[in-house]
């Protein structure tokens, strides 16, 4: 059987083509992993009270990227994280990420704090302490 040029090429070109959208897809799915993934110098701590639980990401001791702030029952409450000059509050959630961003000074250690609220009434404030 003889193929001509054309036929010959089709095959190859599907080929390319299709391994171009593939490397595509994999270089958008990875620039959405880095776009949303902690930077590799960022660390984590976190810590639990009696009804919450409060977790960090932070860089050195002044950076902080973000504090999540879980209920440990699971029930929904009034959410709140603080830190230095920062404060933010999220409504009838029982886990909850605050992105903060935020380069925060405070000495010899900082404190990354979290609160639960329910019905009007402070239940707990737990932080976790930066070295």
């Known amino acids: 059987m ?4 054309q036929e010959r090429g089709r095959p190859a070109t599907m080929a390319r083509r299709r391994s171009a959208t593939v ?5 958008a799915v990875g620039a959405l992993g880095l776009a949303t993934a ?5 660390e984590v ?11 960090t990401a932070y ?3 002044d950076y902080v990227q973000d ?15 603080f830190v230095g ?12 990420r605050f992105v903060v961003n935020r380069e925060i000074r405070a000495y010899p250690r900082l404190a990354v704090c979290g609160g639960l609220d329910r019905s009007g009434r402070v239940i707990e404030n737990h932080c976790v302490l930066i070295p």
């Open 2 to 5: 003889v193929h001509t040029r």
């Open 23 to 27: 490397g595509a897809a994999l270089a």
């Open 38 to 42: 902690a930077p590799a110098s960022a």
């Open 45 to 55: 701590k976190s810590t639990c009270g009696t009804y919450l639980c409060v977790a």
């Open 59 to 61: 860089q050195g001791r």
């Open 67 to 81: 504090i999540t702030v879980t209920t440990r029952d699971g029930l929904p409450g009034t959410l709140r994280a």
């Open 85 to 96: 000059d920062y404060g933010n509050r999220k409504a009838n959630v029982s886990r909850w």
